[in-house]
């Protein structure tokens, strides 16, 4: 038997900061950007099965299953991200299984519902570390929710932001983040009544909203802009318009999923207004120094974080071994096939 560690959500939940998250993170592009392995995600949905039998011509209900993998070596770790969301209940539960990248055994499973706003705010951090002017100043956060929480605090351990503007259609939302955004930042932050007040005249601009139509003018984008967009996990996801993809230097998390799922490009794309070789780099590869970043302070550049194994596995290890240090999780057997799988010989 393997003893492996069941890390609940509660239990990991004060384990690290935004700068922890970041630092993780930051490490686990660098190895990509060195050639560590990662693939996209592949999706399969229920609303794509046709009924039968009894129940044939009714829609199938909705809901989605979604996973990605990836090793980081050099931390000595490995492992996926597994969610089911969008199911009756209209929830998500995240799971995240933990290998040691030598021996292939399991260290953990992770409940990874805590811990994804700050190991996807350390992302597009990372991103804003990256490519973002070493002088910006002025943030435009557009989204009020959790992960829009996560990008902003995760930001502010990279740059040292002196303004910050926040806009959703809802006003009260968007009034109520920016509120208690300024209690947690050093910055001044307020809620402005469009997106157009947030952008013009930002250093820099986070997108994190689930909006199938894009949530700011790309030709408002002042030159030496960084934008890191984070809701471009589906071909219908598309923040960003056609001229903010044009005029930047743009840069996925992972290639591949740039014409796979990052709605903006593909849409960009489809419409002719850049081809597939506009992708200037991976994150991996402007962290670890393979492909310049901005290459001049009037580039426009974008972040598209879709998400990856890279930052999920980065963090997850990060949080078992300061689970391990305190004493938390559970403890659990894991039979290796050598003792588990029938019809072995005695």
Do not use: C
């Not at 990509?32 to 009714?58: E, K, V, Y």
């Not at 009544?193 to 986070?206: K, L, Q, T």
Request: proline share 5%.
């Amino acid at each position: 038997m393997t003893e492996a560690l069941y890390l609940t959500s509660e239990e990991v939940s004060d384990l690290a900061e935004p700068g922890a998250y970041v630092d993780a993170v930051r490490e686990g592009y660098r190895q990509r950007g060195d050639g560590a392995p990662a693939r996209p995600r592949t999706r399969l949905s229920r609303s794509n099965l046709s009924r039968s039998g009894p129940d044939s011509g009714r829609s199938a209900p909705g809901g989605m299953l979604t996973g990605y993998t990836a090793i980081l070596p050099e931390t000595g770790a490995m492992g996926g991200y597994m969610y089911a969301a969008g199911f009756g209940r209209g929830d998500a539960w995240f799971l995240t299984p933990v290998f040691d990248a030598e021996s292939g055994e399991p260290l953990a499973v992770v409940d990874g519902a805590a811990m994804n706003p700050y190991k996807t705010g350390a992302t597009g951090a990372v991103g804003v570390d990256a490519l973002a002017r070493e002088d910006a100043t002025d943030l435009a956060v557009i989204g009020s929710g959790t992960q829009a929480r996560g990008q902003a605090l995760a930001a502010a351990t990279v740059r040292d932001w002196e303004r910050v503007e926040v806009y959703s259609p809802t006003k009260a939302h968007r009034e109520t983040f920016a509120g208690r955004l300024n209690e947690r930042l050093d910055a001044t932050v307020a809620a402005v009544a469009s997106s157009a007040a947030a952008v013009e005249g930002a250093d820099a601009v986070i997108t994190a909203t689930t909006a199938s139509e894009p949530v700011f003018d790309g030709s408002l984008l002042s030159p030496g802009t960084h934008v890191t967009a984070v809701g471009q996990y589906d071909p219908e996801k598309r923040e960003l318009d056609g001229e903010t993809v044009r005029r930047a230097r743009y840069v996925p998390d992972l290639r591949e999923r740039a014409t796979l799922d990052a709605g903006s490009f593909v849409a960009a794309v489809e419409a002719g207004v850049v081809d597939e070789s506009h992708v200037h780099a991976e994150l991996g590869d402007v962290v670890a120094g393979v492909e310049p970043g901005r290459e001049s302070p009037e580039d426009v550049t974008v972040f598209d974080s879709g998400g990856t194994a890279i930052e999920t596995i980065a963090a997850a290890y990060m949080l078992y071994e300061r689970a391990r240090e305190r004493g938390r999780g559970t403890t659990i057997d894991v039979a290796p096939a050598s003792e588990a799988m029938p019809g072995r010989e005695d």
